[in-house]
């Protein structure tokens, strides 16, 4: 069993640094997608591991932007270029594993090839439906100088409140979820397939406009493939939101509406982190989680191997 973690950053380079030691083993590769507006001197890349590179394909990210989803997207080309890996974990720079790394890789092991991936059905009555069906532009107004971003947002603005409303391809169902997935061998080489057709450069160009495109555009290629039913919770007479969605996948997450969105972990949250069966939470920040996670790499250390 071999697990590539794909991992996109922008900041924080100690932890992504510590992440990447818990997490790091024989059976683990590391591939880092680090934001073009980041300094790549200041994450040193030279003091990381052998099996993790920093790859040179790098995007600037802007929030909700396709911007995501392309830097996503080159992590998974260096991976399938890299080596023939068993699962592709997504984490991010604020994540951190809340399990030890030979029971992650146990538990991934037993339980190939499901994918770990939650989703729901987009539908005009669901959450976020807008986000399909308006025109959205991101990536051209964070991309561009700060004297007509405003002018940008203004047309935005309007273009979001126009009754026209954008057609999805008429043989695909949408689908939203968590962008911290993991999936399995084929599905990922099935994706890499995908984008390379010609119809796959057509879904690729139309997620361009689409916000928070990273939570649509993997779900839907995968919910609408071959390989749905290798989904955790999938159920194919169903076809709608699966049991326990929110647990499809590996992370722990607190939204509560009180704290942060998500919540920023600190040592109070150590006994939910150490009783859930996820295997890696976000968010961690160096300042704030710094107690907790000396906690929890000094719980997890009597099993890491």
């Known amino acids: 069993m071999k697990i590539a973690y794909l991992i996109t950053a922008h900041s924080q380079p100690a932890h992504l640094h510590r992440m990447v030691e818990a997490l790091n083993s024989v059976n683990s590769t590391f591939l880092i997608h680090l934001d073009k507006k980041s300094n ?38 260096c991976a399938l270029n890299l080596d023939d890996f068993d699962y592709y974990q997504f984490l991010s720079g604020w994540d951190y594993p809340i399990k030890s790394r030979n029971y992650i890789y146990e538990f991934l092991s037993q339980n ?68 911290w997935f993991c999936l399995n061998k084929v599905t990922m080489y099935y994706i890499n397939h995908f984008l390379n057709t010609e119809k796959g450069k057509s879904y690729f160009e139309y997620f361009r406009k689409v916000l928070c495109s990273d939570e649509i555009f993997f779900q839907t290629l995968v919910l609408n493939s ?8 999938y159920d194919r007479d ?55 996670l000396e906690e929890l790499d000094r719980q997890m250390e009597a099993v890491r191997v």
């Open 40 to 77: 790549l001197e200041s994450f040193s890349p030279q003091s990381y591991p052998e099996n993790a590179t920093f790859i040179e394909n790098r995007v600037k990210v802007n929030h909700g932007g396709f911007s995501l989803v392309e830097a996503m997207v080159n992590l998974i080309d």
């Open 112 to 179: 190939y090839p499901t994918n770990f991936m939650n989703f729901y059905r987009l539908t005009p009555s669901a959450d976020f439906y807008e986000n399909i069906t308006k025109y959205h532009f991101i990536d051209a107004i964070g991309n561009s100088p700060q004297i007509v971003q405003k002018p940008l947002k203004a047309v935005q603005y309007l273009v979001r409140n126009i009754s026209y409303t954008r057609p999805f391809f008429d043989d695909m169902v949408p689908y939203r979820g968590s962008t």
């Open 226 to 233: 071959p390989f749905a039913e290798f989904c955790r919770y």
């Open 238 to 292: 169903i076809k709608t939101t699966p049991l326990n969605e929110n647990k499809a996948y590996l992370h722990y997450i607190d939204w509560d509406q009180n704290r942060e969105n998500p919540a920023i972990f600190d040592l109070s949250d150590l006994p939910n982190l150490l009783s859930t069966n996820a295997l890696y939470a976000r968010k961690f920040t160096e300042t704030k989680s710094a107690r907790l």
